[in-house]
């Protein structure tokens, strides 16, 4: 078909769609945002243990394993996620929610079994390409159906018009595994516990700017899932790879992020600036400063997320962006850069994985497709 009318058939798609968001600046109008209810620690499956960070909840992982995440976790984490969706509802954004799920409840495949873990962190799971929503294959044996708690809504999408797509389910056998897997060292080339054995991929590990996505590879995202997505999206998009220096990477949202047109934000613990690629290079690369520490011991060992957890934040629109007022760096560094911080208070959701742009799954962003680049 002339390129011409692929393009006029998707522009009359995204205006029929409830479903359309194709970056992650445009003006916000709905999102999805998580649900702590039922949460139950992550399985102490290799996958998961490889990318819990070092210390406490690390060595207590395969201790908790499958048990239900603890009141004194689950309440403030769950004060500060009713704060958040009631500052989106005042900025006049819809806020839809999955479904509560006993995640505790045992689940098996003819190959394995396992509990569940939460629907914390939509982004994770769920990637929205213009008015396509694509289910992705997931690697951690816990989050195996955990769309599933969003298929009310994926459903409501879909009657009023939406694509709605789930990428090949994985087996995740043990071909898919380094059996001799080891974090890499300081200085050491970065390596990942997957092999090439079926495609996977979390959708945090994408981030998009219209027709260019970019992506890093990780413990939870192989090459031929980047292929997968890659040939499922077909010629009017391009997808780009980013080098990062994490020794143990899971989710690209704390490496960069495109935050307007022409301005990315980096992580520079991640980010050698000179391997970025090439068409990037008119790009405003925004250095993230040095995150503000978290000295509560409780937060600390509870945290399933790393310090660069700063960098995970929302952007309403290509100026407001939703920041924890803990991190006074990261707030005044947005306004040198010409944003405009809204504050919320997030710091407990790391147990659960994640902060503002993790606890979310933009469903309808005012704009269309364009080239940044
Ligand atoms: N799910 C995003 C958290 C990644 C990190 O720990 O840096």
């Not at 939460?118 to 044996?141: F, K, Q, Y």
């Not at 997957?194 to 979390?202: N, Q, R």
């Not at 996505?213 to 899932?225: D, E, I, K, P, Q």
Request: charged share 25%.
């Amino acid at each position: 078909m002339d390129a011409r009318l692929v393009n006029a058939e998707a522009e009359s798609r995204n205006q029929l769609s409830p479903v359309n968001s194709h970056n992650e600046w445009d003006p916000l109008e709905e999102i999805i945002v998580g649900r702590l209810e039922g949460a139950t620690m992550p399985s102490d499956h290799p996958v998961v243990t490889c990318n819990i960070p070092k210390g406490a909840a690390a060595r207590a992982q395969s201790l908790v394993a499958g048990l239900r995440y603890p009141k004194f976790m689950v309440e403030p984490a769950q004060r500060e996620l009713d704060g958040f969706i009631a500052l989106l509802q005042s900025l006049g954004i819809v806020v839809r929610r999955p479904e509560p799920v006993d995640h505790k409840k045992r689940f098996s495949t003819p190959y394995w079994s396992s509990r569940g873990f939460c629907n914390s962190c939509p982004r994770d799971a769920i990637l929205v390409i213009g008015d396509e929503i694509i289910e992705t294959p997931m690697v951690w044996p816990c989050r195996y159906f955990e769309t599933h708690s969003y298929r009310p809504i994926f459903k409501d999408y879909f009657r009023r018009g939406a694509r709605w797509t789930s990428a090949p389910k994985p087996q995740i056998t043990d071909e898919l595994f380094d059996p001799d897997f080891r974090p890499p060292a300081k200085g050491e080339p970065i390596t990942y516990i997957l092999t090439e054995f079926e495609p996977v991929f979390d959708a945090a590990d994408f981030v998009r700017c219209g027709r260019d996505l970019f992506v890093t590879r990780s413990n939870v995202t192989n090459a031929l899932g980047i292929e997968w997505l890659g040939r499922h999206l077909g010629p009017a998009y391009r997808i780009h790879e980013i080098e990062s220096r994490c020794p143990n990477p899971m989710h690209i949202d704390t490496t960069i992020l495109p935050i307007a047109p022409g301005k990315l934000l980096i992580n520079p613990e991640y980010i050698d600036t000179s391997r970025l690629p090439d068409i990037l290079k008119k790009w405003d690369i925004l250095v993230a400063p040095e995150p503000n520490p978290i000295d509560d011991w409780m937060l600390k060992i509870t945290s399933l997320c790393g310090k660069w957890l700063s960098m995970n934040i929302l952007m309403i629109d290509e100026k407001r962006v939703i920041v924890d007022p803990h991190h006074t760096g990261m707030m005044r560094a947005l306004e040198k850069w010409g944003f405009e911080p809204i504050t919320c208070e997030f710091l407990h959701y790391a147990a659960f994985g994640g902060a503002f742009h993790c606890a979310t799954l933009d469903i309808r962003r005012r704009g269309s497709l364009q080239s940044y680049f």
